[in-house]
Nanobody, 121 residues
Framework: QVQLVESGGGLVQAGGSLRLSCAAS????????MGWFRQAPGKEREFVAG????????YYADSMKGRFTISRDNAKNTVYLQMNSLKPEDTAVYYC??????????????WGQGTQVTVSS
């Protein structure tokens, strides 16, 4: 089983940037499709981005396209989410996840404890 630990969240003003990291342990992530989800207070968990095993072919939720970039470094067993042009509506807990398959936007097998991102207006 793989363990995922997110970091890099915090408080940022609207228009600012943050880079989230997801460090994996227990297994090498090179075998997994990886992704990010988020959950705002009172809302359901929402897909953010996914990436294939080799680090190519990223895909995003429509509202994140052009602002967020997912990447991975399999040698470091780490996945990243670069978030630019942040908006108050991006405020949420962000979770790293092992996706069930490439292209998934709902199904995931493992996830971390999350990191809080708060965007002030």
């Amino acid at each position: 089983q793989v363990q995922l630990v997110e970091s890099g969240g915090g408080l940022v003003q609207a228009g600012g940037s943050l880079r989230l990291s997801c460090a994996a342990s227990g297994r090498t992530i090179g075998r997994y499709v990886m992704g990010w989800f988020r959950q705002a207070p009172g809302k359901e968990r929402e897909f953010v981005a996914g990436i294939n095993r080799s680090g190519g072919s990223p895909y995003y939720a429509d509202s994140m396209k052009g602002r967020f970039t997912i990447s991975r470094d399999n040698a470091k067993n780490t996945v990243y989410l670069q978030m630019n042009s942040l908006k108050p509506e991006d405020t949420a807990v962000y979770y790293c996840a092992v996706l069930s398959y490439y292209g998934s936007r709902e199904k995931y097998d493992y996830w971390g404890q999350g990191t809080q991102v708060t965007v002030s207006s």
